[in-house]
């Protein structure tokens, strides 16, 4: 008995090495004029649960979380320079089946996560106008989404690299 619960926790610690609850991820990589930022975090911190949405209030917070999501104005701001965004993609699938799942959900492949956690992620990209003036980005991530305590920021230009680790209190990551 023990031996298996050791087993299992070993096994969950392995998939969800960087799953831990308040905490997110935010990727900025800036190339030739093009600024792509990807955020990755733990579905509780957005809509404070991590299975898949069933009831109808449960696939309104998921909705909106992915109309949030999807407006990147509302989400970063950028000092030096004026970015405008070009691509936007969020991924919720593991916490809403898509239209076509909920219809044949007999047969569709499990793409939720057994352990019982769920990731949202999405993707941004942005075209700047003079992207060595950019000096720094602004994260709203912790107004929208009071939920996340701490996002680990990782950063990389043609010229340097480097991290910051967010808060509500720190939510400008500088470039420079
Ligand atoms: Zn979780």
């Not at 998939?15 to 308040?22: D, L, S, V």
């Not at 917070?61 to 949030?68: L, P, R, S, Y």
Request: with cysteine; glycine share 4%; net charge neutral.
């Amino acid at each position: 008995m023990l031996l298996l619960v050791s087993v299992s926790i070993t096994a969950k610690a392995e998939n969800q090495a960087a799953h831990i609850h308040g905490l997110a991820t935010l990727t900025l990589a800036l190339e030739s004029g093009v600024l792509e930022i990807q955020f990755e975090s733990p579905a509780a911190n957005l809509i404070g649960f991590e299975h898949k949405a069933k009831l109808t209030k449960e696939k309104q917070v998921v909705k909106q979380t992915e109309t949030i999501l999807k407006s990147p104005k509302l989400l970063f701001s950028f000092v030096g320079t004026h970015c405008k965004p070009k691509e936007t993609t969020v991924d919720i699938s593991g916490v809403m089946d898509s239209e076509r799942d909920q219809h044949e959900h007999h047969n569709h492949l499990k793409a939720h996560d057994d352990s019982g956690h769920s990731e949202i992620t999405a993707r941004y990209r942005f075209n700047c106008i003079d992207i060595k003036k950019l000096d720094s980005v602004s994260i709203s991530l912790f107004d929208q989404f009071p939920r996340i305590e701490k996002i680990n920021a990782m950063w990389v230009t043609e010229a340097r690299q480097g991290a910051d680790l967010l808060n509500p209190n720190r939510k400008t990551i500088s470039l420079k």
